[in-house]
């Protein structure tokens, strides 16, 4: 028996059209087979192509001739396009049926909805939502919220249907890509919060329906199948920004004003333990965007404050009774406890989402190596940094910093105008984030770079699927006697270098498409995860590398030739193992216009940049290191040191057993380390005529190197080694991965020492100390000459092995480090030095005094580089003739 059209309520079917693909044709199909009786549809379609609109129309009316369709200029978002209803309807009797457009109804959807919005006097009700292509795997059966806009899944992802979420059921929230309420409830709520275009819409939605008193329940007999691929459709959204920015300003809108601000507090606290958690457990970046989130709220208050007027009258219940209604504690702390999670990983020709491993491993071992950084650095944190090396002492004023910056006058050396280094201002900016104590600015700087470069190796290894392979490559990264080496010596170029390239890496591979990888892939023997990334993508992830690379540059310029060689050399491993040419332009194409955009943001000191300038910050000077030497990593002499050769064995290892796509990976860190450490073997033994940067700078790729093969051996253990026959690969592969941690040896020891073995006295105290500094007798300079490793200040070299610096009165500072230019009274200091050496005078004295140098230092033991046990010899007849 038929029921009666007129009987039966009725219900406009709603529904926001963009863009549409192939599926809508099952989405009309869906709709015209309706069995309710009173059915009316209304299309919105959005976008301002006319023809683009004549196209969708016909195909809607090809399958319902009588459905009403009306054009919306652009694409304001789900929710503003769908209030549209209350302008083009009139009542408030029936029911809207507000829709997605890549959704597909079973015929009897809407009849079973309406019976039981009825049948439950319920406000809002949505079907069971099932995946597209498997409607046999659940997707949304209703969905939980949190008291802080955090949503609870309620199904796991890729769970079966197996009737067990069948039962009808109060939700605190349903999704809006199918879902029925009532006339006069959507028009007393004035619909969706126009301010939410994407994301969100449904939080705010059945939100203020519960504050009306209305229930909010899912039918899950009605069964619908969605689509849903929003990422993939609007690839030009950042999703996760919108995620958050919506939610937190749903909880700001929405939470009662008792209760205001004992849950602004909460959510503060929150977030900060979110940052902290999601930090170890690999969801920073969603954490990050929570903390955005909550900040963006902020210059958004008077539009907040204006929406909690408007709704005002909408309460109609207690806020305990809606509290009630919520997930207790938090939905998303919760999850991150969870025994599994999911992840998108890319495949052969799609992105699927799969569950991957989920567990306090990661959180584990990121307490191990900031506990390991910390208490190795202990001494440094309580007693300050002593001026090793390149850790001087930032300078007290950063106005001042800003003042030489603005004037473009180097007041140093001998005086001259030209531009002044970019780093004047970045450290005077950065000051403020410590409100301006400028001697923690360089701590921070100092033991911030250990973390900053394990984070970002954490970051880069982000492309392997399984948090094994992640643990490996950062554990590798920091505990390489690389780090401690370069901390014991204060060579804070290599260490900003060694901060910032896993980053560079980590965001070259987002700008190029590289993703994380199907595990289950191997078959297809899968060369790289190829994600088909939108521009807008692209440009975002080009943008934070060249900030990176630009604030590298702004303090040791020699980078951007590293990073240039770093990006080449990638990219020709990307060709060499297989992988798509396509990809290796892209990896050529944003490594170029890094570099270009980097040099711009650095001008006008860039203008200055000359490759026997830049190098002179970090020279290398021939010392006869050995292979063996130079590959253990250390710059310094450390009995322990070899036991780093052991992390060579994953690299070889991972060349030869791992395939797919940790194959591509191996390939790319073998490039890295074979290609720097090759420069640093030659550098090493002055082979190359040509000025190279410091082995330590060279031997950072080479760390990068072999942290990525560390990845891909562990990662690849089961596909690789475990899955196949027994040979020799289960051995090699056995003794690879006990490897790893024989060499962590030796930065395991280096932690006892609390300063990373830096010298107790070092050479800038005694200087202080030494050289008077008399107010009567005036200002002075100083000039250093001597081998380049030793000496304080390196501005120019005057022979080979022979360089010189020099320095006005008064203490050492961090700009010292920066070089120089070069002026006609460094050209009168160089004639000076040749009429010495030559023995062509004997009055060099009254030669320097024009240049105001009063004293002349030669440099014999740094306490670093060089030591009372262990001395760089002088360089010969350099005394003598000075002494004469």
């Not at 879902?179 to 619909?191: E, M």
């Not at 003042?403 to 900016?429: I, K, N, Q, W």
């Not at 020799?728 to 300063?755: E, F, T």
Request: hydrophobic share 50%; aromatic share 8%.
């Amino acid at each position: 028996m038929e029921t009666d059209t007129s009987l039966a309520p009725s219900v406009v079917a709603v529904m926001v059209v963009h863009d549409p693909g192939d599926w809508f044709d099952d989405t009309l199909t869906s709709l015209a087979e309706q069995d309710y009786p009173n059915l009316r549809c209304l299309f919105l379609v959005t976008g301002d192509d006319a023809e683009h609109h004549d196209a969708v129309t016909e195909r809607i009316r090809s399958v319902l001739p009588t459905a009403f369709v009306r054009s919306l200029a652009g694409n304001p978002g789900f929710g503003p396009a769908a209030n549209e209803v209350l302008r083009l309807v009139e009542g408030d009797n029936g029911f809207f049926l507000l829709c997605h457009d890549d959704i597909a109804l079973d015929p009897d959807v809407v009849r079973l909805l309406v019976a039981e919005l009825f049948r439950s006097n319920a406000g809002a009700v949505g079907p069971k939502l099932v995946e597209w292509n498997e409607p046999r795997m659940l997707q949304h059966v209703g969905l939980g919220l949190d008291r802080f806009g955090e949503v609870d899944p309620v199904v796991d992802t890729g769970e079966a249907d197996q009737e067990q979420h069948d039962a009808v059921r109060d939700v605190f929230v349903l999704p809006t890509a199918c879902l029925l309420v009532r006339a006069d409830l959507f028009r007393t709520l004035g619909g969706f919060d126009p301010a939410i275009d994407f994301h969100g819409e449904d939080i705010d939605f059945c939100w203020r329906t519960h504050l009306t008193g209305a229930r909010v329940i899912v039918a899950p007999d009605a069964r619908v199948r969605h689509l849903e691929r929003l990422v993939d459709r609007r690839p030009d959204l950042n999703h996760r920004s919108l995620r958050s920015r919506h939610r937190m300003r749903s909880v700001a809108v929405l939470t009662g004003g008792s209760r205001l601000l004992g849950r602004s507090i909460q959510l503060v606290l929150l977030t900060v333990v979110e940052l902290v958690v999601g930090l170890f457990t690999g969801r920073f970046g969603e954490a990050l965007s929570s903390v955005r989130a909550l900040g963006g709220l902020i210059p958004r208050t008077g539009s907040i404050m204006a929406r909690r007027r408007a709704i005002r009258g909408q309460r109609a219940v207690p806020e305990r009774e809606v509290l009630g209604l919520q997930d207790p504690g938090s939905s998303r702390l919760t999850s991150y406890l969870r025994g599994k999670d999911t992840e998108t990983f890319v495949g052969a020709d799609s992105t699927v989402r799969r569950w991957r491993e989920a567990s306090f491993g990661p959180l584990l071992a990121w307490l191990a190596v900031v506990l390991a950084i910390v208490v190795g650095s202990r001494d440094l944190i309580r007693s300050g940094v002593p001026p090793v090396g390149e850790f001087l002492p930032f300078p007290e004023s950063p106005s001042d910093l800003w003042a030489e910056y603005r004037g473009s006058y180097d007041s140093r050396g001998f005086g001259a105008t030209a531009a002044l280094p970019t780093g004047y201002l970045l450290l005077a900016v950065l000051s403020v984030f410590t409100l301006f104590n400028m001697g923690l600015l360089l701590t921070l700087s100092i033991v911030g770079a250990y973390l900053l470069g394990a984070l970002g190796m954490w970051r880069l290894a982000t492309v392997f699927p399984v948090n094994r392979a992640r643990i490996a490559g950062m554990v590798v990264y920091a505990g390489t006697p690389l780090a401690p080496g370069l901390l014991s010596q204060g060579d804070w170029s290599a260490l900003l270098w060694y901060a910032a390239l896993p980053w560079l890496l980590h965001l070259l591979r987002r700008a190029a498409g590289l993703e994380t990888a199907d595990p289950d892939a191997d078959v297809l023997d899968l060369t790289d995860g190829v994600v088909r990334a939108g521009l807008r993508h692209r440009i975002r992830a080009l943008a934070f590398l060249t900030l990176v690379l630009a604030a590298t540059a702004a303090f040791v310029p020699v980078v951007m030739v590293l990073w240039a060689l770093v990006g080449t050399l990638i990219a020709v491993a990307t060709v060499v193992a297989g992988s798509s040419w396509r990809v290796a332009l892209w990896l050529l194409g944003c490594t170029a216009a890094s570099l270009v955009t980097a040099a711009l943001l650095n001008l006008p000191w860039a203008l200055d940049w000359r490759w026997d300038r830049i190098v002179r910050e970090a020279p290398a000077t021939p010392t006869g290191r050995d292979l063996i030497d130079v590959a253990t990593l250390a710059p310094t002499d450390d009995r322990f040191a070899v036991l780093g050769l052991a992390l060579f064995v994953p690299l070889v290892a991972a060349l030869a057993i791992t395939r797919a796509w940790r194959l591509t990976w191996s390939v790319r860190a073998g490039a890295l380390v074979t290609g720097f450490g090759a420069l640093a073997v030659l550098g090493e033994r002055g082979a190359i005529d040509v000025d190279l940067p410091s082995t330590s700078m060279l031997s950072v790729p080479v760390a990068a190197g072999l942290a990525l093969a560390g990845a891909a051996i562990s990662g690849g253990f089961g596909s690789d080694v475990a899955a196949r026959g027994f040979g020799w690969r289960q051995p090699l592969a056995l003794i690879a991965n006990l490897a790893i941690p024989l060499g962590l040896v030796p930065a395991v020891l280096a932690i006892g020492h609390g300063s990373w073995h830096t010298p107790t006295t070092p050479m800038v105290r005694l200087l202080e100390a030494q050289l008077p500094v008399d107010p009567v007798a005036g200002d002075y300079r100083v000039l250093y000459v001597g081998d380049p490793r030793v000496l304080p200040v390196v501005d120019g070299e005057y022979r080979d092995g022979i360089a010189y610096g020099v320095t006005d009165s008064g203490d050492f500072d961090f700009r010292h480090r920066f070089v120089k230019p070069t002026t006609r009274a460094d050209d009168a200091l160089v004639r000076t030095l040749d009429l010495i050496a030559d023995g062509s005078t004997l009055r060099a004295g009254r030669i320097l005094a024009p240049l105001g140098v009063r004293y002349v230092v030669v440099p014999k033991t740094d306490g670093a580089v060089s030591t009372v046990d262990d001395p760089i010899p002088v360089p010969n007849g350099l005394v003598p003739a000075l002494q004469n």
